[in-house]
C-alpha cells in the first residue's frame, strides 16, 4: 500500500510539474509570473491570455486524454486478446485511421492545409479507425477465432491500409501528400477545446466501463475456461470491450494523428512496477501514467529543438520501441527458461 | 440436487462426443468420473457446468434448467476448476477472493473477504496469503484453485483432474479435503480422475465412460473387473486388501 502511496504522489506531483511547464512553455517564451496572470485572467497580454487557455491548456487536455484513452485501450486489449503486445496500433486501428484521413485529404480534397480541413480528415479518420474495429469485431464472431487470430488478423489489417495509404499518396499532389503526412505524425496541437473535452468525455466513460469489468478481466487472466466457471461471459466480454477500445483509440486517433505505443508502454510501466496488481488498480494507474507520459513527452517534443515543435508521436515512437523490444526479449527469455 | 437428461454432444463432423447421458447428483455425494482418454469426461464437465451448449439433452440444478440461467447464476450454483490453469502473478488471496466473482457486482465488500479468509484458513493456506501464485509447489497451487472454487459457495463442485502431476502426498492431502468438504458442506462433487485406486478410495460413487457413454454410475461395490477391463480394454481387477480397494492391472 505504501509504494501504490508513493506512485500516486509521484505521479501527481509529474503531473504538475508537466501541467505548469506546459503552459508556461511554447511557440512564444514567457516568464512564469506573465503566464500565472494571464492564467487567472490578470495582465494586459491578451496574445498570451489566448495562447493558454485556447492553445496550451487545450492541448495539455488532450494529452491527458488521449494518453489515458490509449492506455486503457491496451490495457483491456492485452488482457482479452491475452496478448502483452497488443495495443490499438496492433490491431491495425492506428492504421485504420491514418488511411481514412489520408483519403479525406487526398481523395476528398480536405482542405489544403491540415488545420483548415481538421474536421472532415477527423471524421475521415474516425470511419477508417471505426472500419478497422469492425473488420476486427467480425473476426472475433467466425466460431472457432482465437485471440491469436484476432491478432494475427489485426496485423493484416494493418498491411492492408498501409499499402492503401502509400497508393493514394503515390498518386497525390506534394501539397496532399504533405498534409497526409503531417497529419500521420500524431500531434497534440491539432484541435481545441471541443476536442479535447470529447476526447476526456470518451475517456471517462471508457475508464468507467472498464473499471466496472475490472473483476471479470482479472478472471479471464486466468483463461477462457477458468473465467467461464468464475461465471464471466467471456465471449460477450470481449466482444464488448474490443468494441469500446475501438470507439476510445478512433476519438483520440481521429482528431490527434496516430500516437504509437503509449498503449504499450502504460500498462506495461504499471505491470513492472506492481507484478501482482489487479485490474482494479492496474486500469486506472496505466490511465493517469499515460496521461502523465503523453504530457512529459509533448513537452519534451516542444522543448527538445526549440523554436521547433517535434509531433508526440516521434518521442512516443523513440521510447516505445527500445519497451517494445525489450517486452520481446522478456518474453523470449521466459519461454527459454521454462 | 443436480440431474443431467439425456445430454448428447455432437460435433459437426457428425462425432459424437456425447451420447445420451443421464445422471444424478445427490448432496453429500462424491463421484469419481473414470474412463480411458477421449471418453468424453472432460465434455461431460463442461457442459454439466453450462460452458458447452449440449446438442441435445438438459441440466437441472435443483429442477432448474441451466440453459435459462445467465453465467453469473450458473456459477453461484456449479464451482468448476478446469483440467488446465495456468498460474498469474497474483498472491494467494487475490487468487481465491477472486472465487467470490459470481457474487461481486463492482467490488469485493467486507462480507467476501470474511468467506475468503475462512475458507483459507480451512484448508489450510492462510500463512501464504501474500505469496505469489507463480512460486506455489503444485500441490499448494491446486490447493489454492480448490480453495477459490470453495469461495464461490456453490452447492455443486466440478473438479476435472485435480490431482494429475501431484506427488502421492498431496494427491491423498487434496482427495481428503476434497471429501471432507463434501461431507461437511453437503456438497455435490465430480472429480474426474486417472487413479483408479484413489477414485476406489474415496469415491461414493463411481462413474465409467467410454465412447460417450455410461458404461456404469453406482456405488463402488457394483463396479466389475469387466466393466472397466472393456472399457481400458486391458486386464484390470478390484480386489479388497486390508479392508481397502486395491485396483490390479
Not at chain 1, 54 to 75: F, T
Not at chain 1, 83 to 93: H, I, K
Not at chain 1, 301 to 313: A, D, H, I, K
Not at chain 2, 122 to 135: F, P, Q, S, Y
Amino acid at each position: 500500500m505504501v509504494s501504490r502511496l508513493i506512485f500516486w504522489t509521484v505521479l501527481c506531483a509529474l503531473l504538475v510539474i508537466f501541467t505548469l511547464s506546459g503552459l508556461k512553455h511554447g511557440a512564444v517564451e514567457h516568464t512564469w509570473a506573465e503566464t500565472a496572470s494571464a492564467l487567472f485572467g490578470g495582465g494586459n497580454d491578451e496574445d498570451l491570455k489566448y495562447f493558454i487557455w485556447h492553445l496550451r491548456l487545450p492541448r495539455i487536455a488532450a494529452a491527458l486524454a488521449v494518453g489515458g484513452a490509449l492506455s486503457v485501450s491496451g490495457v483491456i486489449l492485452q488482457n482479452i486478446l491475452n496478448n502483452p503486445l497488443a495495443s490499438s496500433f496492433t490491431l491495425g486501428l492506428s492504421q485504420g485511421a491514418a488511411f481514412g484521413a489520408t483519403f479525406s485529404i487526398i481523395m476528398l480534397g480536405a482542405g489544403s492545409t491540415i488545420f483548415t480541413g481538421l474536421g472532415s480528415v477527423a471524421l475521415g479518420a474516425f470511419a477508417g479507425s471505426v472500419i478497422s474495429a469492425l473488420i476486427i469485431l467480425l473476426f472475433s464472431f467466425v466460431r472457432g477465432m482465437t485471440p491469436q487470430g484476432l491478432i494475427l488478423a489485426g496485423v493484416a489489417m494493418s498491411a492492408f491500409f498501409s499499402a492503401c495509404t502509400m497508393l493514394m499518396q503515390f498518386f497525390s499532389t506534394d501539397t496532399q501528400l504533405a498534409a497526409a503526412v503531417f497529419w500521420t505524425f500524431g500531434d497534440l496541437g491539432k484541435g481545441g477545446w471541443s476536442e479535447a473535452i470529447t476526447v476526456i468525455c470518451v475517456t471517462v466513460a471508457g475508464l468507467l466501463f472498464s473499471l466496472r469489468l475490472s473483476w471479470s478481466y482479472n478472471a479471464i487472466q486466468w483463461g477462457e475456461l477458468s473465467a467461464s466457471g468464475l461465471g464471466v461471459e467471456v465471449k460477450k466480454i470481449r466482444i464488448a470491450s474490443l468494441a469500446a477500445t475501438s470507439v476510445m483509440a478512433a476519438f483520440a486517433t481521429a482528431y490527434y494523428g496516430v500516437i504509437g505505443f503509449v498503449g504499450l508502454i502504460a500498462p506495461h510501466m504499471v505491470r513492472l512496477i506492481f507484478r501482482h496488481s489487479g485490474h482494479g488498480f492496474l486500469i486506472p494507474a496505466s490511465a493517469v501514467l499515460g496521461g502523465v507520459f503523453l504530457l512529459g513527452a509533448d513537452l519534451m517534443g516542444q522543448l527538445m529543438f526549440y523554436p521547433v515543435s517535434l509531433p508526440v508521436g516521434v518521442i512516443t515512437a523513440f521510447a516505445g520501441v527500445p519497451m517494445f523490444l525489450f517486452l520481446l526479449l522478456r518474453r523470449s527469455m521466459k519461454h527459454a527458461n521454462r | 440436487m443436480l440431474t443431467a437428461e439425456n445430454l448428447t454432444f455432437q460435433l459437426k463432423n457428425g462425432r459424437k462426443i456425447l451420447e445420451e447421458v443421464s445422471f444424478t447428483l445427490g448432496a453429500g455425494e462424491l463421484c469419481a468420473v473414470i474412463g480411458p482418454n477421449g471418453a468424453g469426461k472432460s465434455t461431460l464437465m463442461k457442459i454439466t457446468c453450462g460452458i458447452h451448449k449440449p446438442t441435445a439433452g438438459e441440466v437441472t440444478v435443483r429442477n432448474k434448467k441451466i440453459s435459462g440461467m445467465k453465467r453469473p447464476e450458473i456459477a453461484r450454483h456449479i464451482a468448476y476448476l478446469p483440467q488446465f490453469t495456468h498460474a498469474v502473478p497474483c498472491s494467494v488471496y487475490d487468487s481465491v477472493l477472486l472465487g467470490r466473482k459470481p457474487h461481486i457486482s463492482w467490488h469485493p465488500a467486507q462480507h467476501d473477504r470474511d468467506i475468503t479468509d475462512s475458507v483459507m484458513e480451512d484448508m489450510g493456506i492462510a500463512c501464504m496469503r501474500e505469496k505469489c501464485v507463480t512460486e506455489l509447489s503444485g500441490g499448494e497451487f491446486q490447493k489454492t484453485l480448490i480453495a477459490r472454487a470453495l469461495v464461490q459457495q456453490a452447492e455443486i463442485l466440478m473438479l476435472d483432474e485435480p490431482i494429475n502431476h501431484l506427488d502421492v502426498k498431496n494427491q491423498l492431502d487434496i482427495m481428503d479435503t476434497v471429501s471432507e468438504i463434501t461431507k461437511r458442506g453437503r456438497l455435490a462433487t465430480l472429480v474426474v480422475m486417472h487413479d483408479l485406486n484413489l477414485a476406489m478410495r474415496y469415491a461414493d460413487t463411481v462413474m465409467l465412460m467410454n465412447d460417450g457413454k455410461i458404461i456404469y454410475h453406482g456405488c463402488r461395490d457394483g463396479l466389475t473387473d469387466e466393466a472397466l477391463t472393456e472399457a481400458y480394454r486391458t486386464d484390470i481387477s478390484i480386489r479388497q486388501v486390508e479392508g481397502k480397494y486395491a485396483v490390479i492391472f
